[in-house]
């Protein structure tokens, strides 16, 4: 089966916009390229309902039940502290690592066009 190439031109490109949804289609022939790129899709959920009172009653039939801790366990938090700039009295150890994180920064790479300096 051969196809058949289509060129879009300067003269044709709002036609092409407005077939293809970035402008709204403004003849029959606009109207059926953009149906065919999108057509109607039908929602498969049929007979699907939500008892809302049972999720509430807390009686909802369920096939997984996820549960869920009232505190977090420190082993988790460890990795997402953070310290802020005014952070106030910061451990030495924090202080110096900021340090040679910022020095080590200036040293190996003075900059890029990304972050300002060139």
């Known amino acids: ?3 058949s190439k289509i060129h879009i031109t300067p003269d044709n490109m709002s036609e092409w916009l407005a077939s293809t949804g970035f402008l709204f289609p403004r ?3 606009e109207l059926a390229r953009f149906d065919r790129l999108y057509p109607v899709e039908e929602e498969g959920i049929g007979g699907f309902q939500v008892d809302c009172q049972a ?3 807390g009686t909802a039939k369920t096939s997984k039940r996820i549960t869920l801790a009232r505190e977090a366990k ?3 938090i460890i ?3 953070m ?3 005014k952070g106030g009295n910061l451990p030495k150890h924090i202080l110096d690592k900021i340090k040679k994180n910022q020095d080590g920064r200036s040293k190996d790479n003075p900059g890029s ?3 300002g300096t060139e």
């Open 79 to 81: 990795p997402l502290r």
């Open 55 to 57: 999720i509430l009653d």
């Open 27 to 29: 003849n029959e022939l």
């Open 1 to 3: 089966m051969a196809q």
């Open 74 to 76: 420190e082993g988790d």
């Open 83 to 85: 310290v802020a700039r």
């Open 113 to 115: 066009p990304e972050e």
